[in-house]
Every structure is written in structure tokens, then in C-alpha cells.
């Protein structure tokens, strides 16, 4: 049975449009004025693919990533990532390779199978755009295993926002049964509240 | 550097747990901080290695054993701690995590068992009993004494619960006058102070009684909360409480920068701190202004610490269980419900995991020592393996031989393969630097859990900003306080602005005030 919870993770260099993306796709709201992201840790919300209720916490830098500093532990058990360049930005693509790189560093994920997703943000603004379409998709080409599929987004207007999401959440699920764990390993425990584990639930 | 302020309120240098809880709280407060570490990862000396990290660090030029793992994946199933530590779960981490809303980021899971160890019979380990209950149980008593036990216990329950009132003063009298008001022998008061007040020596037997009594019923609220035993522990290892509490931080707008080398100190002239100049890896140089400036003792000059004691440890690799440590008997109630693949006392290569302690005068020493283990169900290390620690505060010029005890009781079932041992000092900051707005946290000690740490970060916390941290509030949004940090940070630009007009002092108190009044706001909101 697939986990109804996945744990999405939002990557990509400093002000191409991470918390805005995932603020249109959960919440549909954009706002014009840029902020490094302050506040933002990660956003949950439910999609519903092939009449199954998913829950997914997309998960922010928190602002991290300016300085290149993400812990290891903000990778553990990612399901998927989403990989943001800014299409009038020619070095926020070329960077994807840093963050591809440290993504599957910290996860240990197969490189060949893992699911990832790119998003060339700002469409809207057509005319500063200095990366081609083809030269994402080529990027996108270039890694080993299947293509990695390419959307072009914009946080502002919400085109193809929720498009690029549910694939990736397709795609995260697919993994999800392809490769199950063998040996059950039993639940942590709730330290927000005061009730033992022995006394609650089933047991099953 | 693109997009760098150089103004905060407080720079902080280390990402140990301690740096980190403070820069979380901080930054929950509304202070802007700037959190430095020289590593390429997070955690210092809290840090938890991989198995190649940890030859890197032990053995240098050496790889570890292929059957430890040959590929960097391998090598990462080992989540290896420097200094091991539990977490009470009824304590002030726990609070401190659950008041932050800092448990999202973390997985806790259940010690299965907590022993104190017993020279009787050639040498075994007993699980400790807590409640009423359980001593009464017990084999490490006879009868009369249980009962004995029993009944301080019961006083202790009644006295100690904020809740219930209380109806005898425990101050007025010693620890030492109290155990013989209840004609209780060494060896349980041993058992009683050391196994459940977790002291490490004896001093406590000359203290006020309360001290001794507090501390038992944090050890039983702590047992009561999750069964088994009263510690859990973090998927992944310890180095993880410092990540979540660094991103707690980030969250509220603290910014983070690994893989700095702190080039300077700069002081005023009037000798208190101005801020740091620094170097980042791709050899930019930059300077950092702020008011107050935390850190781990390595990044000050030996003159600004001093030598508290010092602490023996060793970290152990085992391939198999520790003898006489077992699943706790609600593990295996609950186990007997399951199917068979779900049962966790029948999960091929899990071993339980344990924490016992060695009381001194059964090894004739001054101080106990520490032994814990835990393996692949805390993803510590890969199944079949089991990582075991043992630590103790040094007593004699061999400390290393001090650790013998601890290094007997994991080898007693033959499966201790390998250990890595270390002799720290303990480094605390030294007299009145604070004088120079500088606060130094002290080295991990030897205790087995966090209690010590967290009441040095909140005396700290209420040092440095003069107000005390209330952990009865309830979490703080990071939306609200995005308006507190934007005023932060125009009040900053303002007053390093006004520096060298000489303004200082009246934008301090006009800035300070302003802030106030946006807390305020949001207070009310």
C-alpha cells in the first residue's frame, strides 16, 4: 500500500521563485514584492490522484540554500524534489546540477530512478526570458535514466503550477510501490502529546 | 556576497546544540541572528558521523572494514554520535522541541530499557525500577527494603507534583537525613541517587533533599510518558536536534553560513565585541556586525576558556546484543498482538538498545560510569550491528583505563569488534568576558542526558537579553513574527548606520522601543 504522506522538497538557487510556487500551488495566491523567504517552513495539502486522497508536506529552504547551507537532515525521506530554475536567469539552470548533485548526496536515491521534476519559472515575463525551452529540455536530456520532465511554470499567473505538482506527486507515488520496504520497521512516537504508544491504537 | 546584510543582533559561531537552541530561540524572539560553522555540516561536536567520517577523525589514512561498508551509501547507514546522550522524555528538551513546534523536523523513538548495573553473581545488570510498582517487583531488593523503597517513592510522587499540594517541607533536610528516615541501605540509596537522581557522585547526599526528589520524579514522569524506559532518542542520531533547531531559526529569519573560517574578532574600544571578519570557500572575505557575539569554546583563543574536568569516552562498534539487556515487557505485550513480521523482538538484526549505569562504588570509583547501545531500529547503524558508548568523568592520570567497566559490560556477550576512545577537557568560558558582550557554552559533559545543556542555553538566553523564556506560551507563528523581523532588521541598518555619527545610544533606545511596540502589535494580534 502506498504511504499517504509524501515529503516533497522544493530546490533551486535564492529568488527563483521557490516560495511562490508552492504558495500558488497550495494556497493559489502570489504576491509581487520579493522577500527572501522568511517564515516559510513547509506547506501541507491534499491532492487526489486516481480517486486517492494524497497528503503532501512540500517543504521550503526556509532560506537555507542562500549560503549553500542546507543540513542533511532537511533531505531525509524526500519522496521527490522539484528542481526550480528562473528561465530569465541562464545560471539558475546550470546551477541544477549543484543541487541534483547534493539532492541525491544526502538521500542516497538512485540517481537513475529517482523521482525528479524541473520547473522553468517566470514565463510570464517572456520578454527577459534567456533560456530557451530547448536548452532546459536538454538539460533535462542529459541525466541518466528517463528524461526528466520539463515544465514551464509562472508563480504569478498559476500557469501550469498545478500541472507540474500532481506529475510529481504521480511520479513519487510510482516509486512509492515500485520499491516497498521489505521489513516493517514499528512507528516513532508522538512527543507532542502525553499518551504511551502500548495504550493506543490497534496494534496493527 | 549577493543579497548579505552584515547587521544582527547576535553572530553565533558553532552549530552545536546548544548554539543552535539558542539561535532558535532567539530568532523566535524576533533577534536577527547570524549563525556561523567552519565544518561543511552541521552539529560540531554534536554532529553525528558516518563510519567514514568517524576514521576520518579516529584513525586518519585509514578506511573503514568493508563488512562496516564499501560505498558512500553504505557508509551512511551509520549515524555515529561523539557524545552520547539521551533525552528525557518528560524534560526540558522535550519542551523546549514540543514549545518551537521544532518536532516536525525530528522522528523520536522509545530506549527500550534503562539498567543499573550489580556486582552480584559475577556482575549483572537490572532493570530500574521507578514506580511503586515496579520496585515492589523487582529482584534487586529483598522484601522489607522494597517496601522501604516503595514508601519514599510514594512521598516523593505526593511532594514533587506541581499539582497536588504539598504538605512537607523537603528543603529543611538532606538527602542523607531523608534516605535515613526511611532506614533505607547503602545500596539502594546507591541505586535511588545514582540510577534514578542520576547523580554522577555522591555530593548530593549532603544537599537539600528537593534536588534529589525533583530529580527522581522527572525520571519517573519521564518513564510513565512512553513506557519502556524514560529516554528516546532521534532517527538518525543526536547531530539531528541541532539541524531541527537550526532550521527552527531559519524559519524566524536567522541566516545560515557553513564552511566559513572565521578569520578575527573585532572588538570596540572599549573592549566589547563589534563583530567577526570572516572568509567563506570560495575565499570571499566579508565582516559581520552585531551586539552580541555566542560560541563553542574552539572558536575562541585559549585565554578566553578555561578547563572545567575532563571526560573519558569511547565509542564501540558490537555485532551483537549487549548481555542481559532485553525488549521491556509492554514492547512484548504489544509484540504478542502482532504478526509475526511486524513483531519488533523477532525484527531480524535489531537488537534493543539500552542505557545502564555503573554506580561508582561498584567499580570502587567517585564518579559512575556510563554505558549505552542502540542499533538499526534508531538508524544508527546497518541491522547486525549495534553501536555501544561508554563515558565517565576522569578520575586518575590512565583515564582510558577508566572506561574498563563500561568496555567489560558491552563485551560480555563477545560481541564488541572495535572502539574509538577520546579524553576531552571540558571548556567553559572564562570570568567576566561577558564584560566584553561574549558568552561562551561550555563542552558537552558526561552526563547521560540533555537537562544540563538546556538550563545552560536558557541562563544564557536570559543573560544576554534580560528576559527569560517562557516555555507556557504557545509557539509562535513564523508569519507574525516576519513584521517584528522586518522592523529588526530597518532598526539594525539604523543603528550601524548612526555609528560613526555618534548617535549610538539615542537610536538604541528610540530603536529598541519601536521594537517593542511591533512585538506588542503582534502579542495582541
Known amino acids: 500500500m502506498p504511504k499517504r504522506i509524501l515529503k516533497i522538497i522544493v530546490l533551486g538557487n535564492a529568488s527563483v521563485g521557490k516560495t511562490s510556487l508552492m504558495t500558488q500551488y497550495v494556497n493559489r495566491k502570489f504576491s509581487i514584492q520579493y522577500k527572501a523567504t522568511i517564515g516559510a517552513d513547509f506547506m501541507s495539502t491534499e491532492a487526489v490522484i486516481d480517486d486517492d486522497r494524497i497528503t503532501l508536506h512540500i517543504w521550503d529552504t526556509a532560506g537555507q540554500e542562500r549560503f549553500q547551507s542546507l543540513g542533511a537532515s532537511f533531505y531525509r525521506g524526500a519522496d521527490a524534489c522539484v528542481l526550480v530554475y528562473d528561465i530569465t536567469s541562464a545560471r539558475s539552470l546550470t546551477s541544477l546540477d549543484v543541487w541534483r548533485d547534493e539532492f541525491l548526496v544526502h538521500t542516497g536515491g538512485k540517481e537513475e530512478t529517482f523521482p525528479f521534476i524541473v520547473i522553468g519559472n517566470k514565463c510570464d515575463k517572456e520578454e527577459e526570458r534567456t533560456v530557451e525551452k530547448e536548452r532546459a529540455e536538454l538539460w533535462c536530456k542529459s541525466k541518466r535514466g528517463k528524461p526528466i520532465e520539463h515544465f514551464e511554470c509562472s508563480a504569478k499567473t498559476g500557469q501550469n503550477v498545478h500541472e507540474a505538482f500532481l506529475h510529481v506527486t504521480k511520479l513519487a507515488l510510482e516509486q512509492d510501490t515500485s520499491d516497498a520496504q521489505e521489513v516493517f520497521i514499528p512507528e516513532h512516537i508522538d512527543v507532542d502529546h502525553d499518551t504511551k504508544p502500548d495504550q493506543g491504537g490497534c496494534g496493527c | ?525
Open chain 2, 1 to 525: 556576497m549577493e543579497g548579505f546584510s552584515p547587521y544582527y543582533d547576535a553572530i553565533i559561531l558553532g552549530t552545536g546544540l546548544k548554539e543552535c537552541l539558542l539561535s532558535g530561540l532567539l530568532s523566535v524572539s524576533g533577534y536577527k541572528v547570524l549563525h556561523i560553522d567552519k565544518n561543511s555540516y552541521y552539529g560540531a561536536e554534536s554532529a553525528s558521523l558516518n563510519i567514514q567520517q568517524l576514521y576520518q577523525q579516529f584513525r586518519p589514512g585509514m578506511e573503514p572494514p568493508k563488512r562496516f561498508g564499501a560505498t558512500t551509501r553504505e557508509w551512511k547507514q551509520w549515524n555515529i554520535d561523539l557524545f552520547p546522550k539521551f533525552v528525557l522524555s518528560a524534560g526540558a528538551l522535550v519542551s523546549t522541541l514540543v514549545h518551537t513546534n521544532t518536532t516536525h523536523y525530528l522522528n523520536f523513538k522509545v530506549i527500550d530499557g534503562s539498567y543499573v548495573y550489580s556486582p552480584a553473581k559475577g556482575g549483572c545488570i537490572h532493570r530500574v525500577p521507578a514506580t511503586v510498582k515496579e520496585a515492589i517487583a523487582s529482584k534487586l531488593m529483598k522484601f522489607g527494603e522494597k517496601r522501604r523503597m516503595a514508601s519514599l517513592l510514594e512521598l516523593i510522587q505526593k511532594e514533587c507534583d506541581p499539582e497536588q499540594p504539598s504538605t512537607r517541607d523537603l528543603t529543611g533536610l538532606t538527602m542523607k537525613e531523608l534516605f535515613a528516615e526511611f532506614s533505607l541501605q547503602e545500596s539502594t540509596q546507591d541505586f535511588i541517587g545514582h540510577a534514578m537522581g542520576l547523580w554522577r557522585d555522591d555530593s548530593y547526599l549532603e544537599r537539600p533533599a528537593k534536588e534529589t526528589c525533583d530529580r527522581i520524579f522527572l525520571y519517573a514522569r519521564s518513564l510513565a510518558k512512553f513506557g519502556s524506559s524514560p529516554y528516546i532518542y532521534p532517527e538518525y542520531g543526536l547531530g539531528e536536534l541541532p539541524q531541527g533547531f537550526s532550521r527552527l531559526a531559519s524559519v524566524f529569519g536567522g541566516v545560515y553560513m557553513i564552511r566559513i573560517d572565521v578569520q578575527e574578532l573585532l572588538y570596540n574600544e572599549d573592549g566589547t565585541f563589534r563583530g567577526i571578519r570572516a572568509k567563506n570557500d570560495e575565499d570571499i572575505e566579508f565582516e559581520a556586525y552585531a551586539k552580541w557575539c555566542i560560541g563553542a569554546p574552539s572558536y575562541f583563543p585559549r585565554e578566553m576558556t578555561k578547563v572545567s574536568h575532563s571526560v573519558a569516552r569511547a565509542v564501540c562498534i558490537l555485532d551483537k546484543p549487549i548481555a542481559g539487556s532485553d525488549y521491556s515487557k509492554s514492547q512484548k505485550d504489544k509484540d504478542k498482538k502482532k504478526n509475526p513480521k511486524h513483531r519488533l523482538s523477532s525484527l531480524p538484526g535489531f537488537f534493543p538498545s539500552c542505557q545502564i549505569i555503573i554506580p561508582q562504588k561498584t567499580v570502587h570509583r567517585r564518579h559512575d560510569v556510563y554505558v549505552s547501545g542502540m542499533g538499526t531500529y534508531y538508524k544508527s547503524c546497518p541491522p547486525n550491528f549495534m553501536l555501544g558508548y561508554v563515558s565517565t568523568t576522569v578520575e586518575t592520570d590512565s583515564p582510558r583505563d577508566e572506561l574498563k567497566p563500561g568496555l567489560e559490560l558491552l563485551n560480555k556477550s563477545g560481541g564488541l569488534i572495535d572502539s574509538f576512545e577520546t579524553v576531552n577537557e571540558i571548556l567553559v568560558g572564562a570570568d567576566g568576558i561577558e564584560k566584553k558582550s561574549v558568552w561562551i557554552t561550555s563542552s558537552y559533559d558526561e552526563t547521560s542526558h540533555f537537562e544540563t545543556s538546556i538550563s545552560e542555553v536558557m541562563e544564557l538566553f536570559e543573560k544576554i537579553t534580560g528576559e527569560k523564556v517562557d516555555l507556557s506560551k504557545p509557539p509562535s507563528d513564523p508569519q507574525d513574527i516576519v513584521k517584528l523581523v522586518e522592523a529588526r532588521n530597518k532598526y539594525l541598518l539604523e543603528l550601524y548606520g548612526s555609528l560613526e555619527a555618534g548617535e549610538r545610544k539615542e537610536t538604541e533606545e528610540d530603536g529598541e522601543k519601536e521594537i517593542k511596540e511591533v512585538a506588542e502589535e503582534i502579542d495582541q494580534m
